[in-house]
């Protein structure tokens, strides 16, 4: 079993920056990847970034290449989503996911990102 529980969310300027933290407990030797998802009003949940835990590979959506940056902390305890020149399109509840290597998925409960023309 993970736990994800995910902090950071709120209300932005567009132009600004957010950081979001997703904090982990349990069972992270058998994660796989994590990384973060949102989903907006009347939209499907979808990737924003995500990282290996072996080998670190990255992987951004289009849509916020060059904006947003996924990170860790060295024991894969907690991962954060640094978020800079927001728009009102990155409105939406973030969710921060672990994926098992027995490709289960864990999902944190999600923090609300506003962001404001």
């Known amino acids: 079993q993970v736990q994800l529980v995910e902090s950071g969310g709120g209300l932005v300027q567009a132009g600004g920056s957010l950081r979001l933290s997703c904090a982990a407990s349990?069972?992270?030797?058998?994660?796989?990847?994590m990384g973060w998802y949102r989903q907006a009003p009347g939209k499907e949940r979808e990737l924003v970034a995500d990282?290996?835990?072996?080998?670190?590979?990255?992987n951004y959506a289009d849509s916020v290449k060059g904006r947003f940056t996924i990170a860790r902390d060295g024991a894969w305890t907690t991962l954060y989503l640094q978020m800079n020149s927001l728009k009102p399109e990155d409105t939406a509840v973030y969710y921060c996911?672990?994926?098992?290597?027995?490709?289960?998925?864990?999902w944190g409960q999600g923090t609300q990102v506003t962001v404001s023309a």
């Open positions: 349990g069972s992270i030797s058998g994660i796989n990847t």
């Open positions: 996911n672990a994926l098992s290597w027995s490709n289960y998925r864990y």
């Open positions: 990282m290996a835990t072996i080998g670190g590979r990255t």
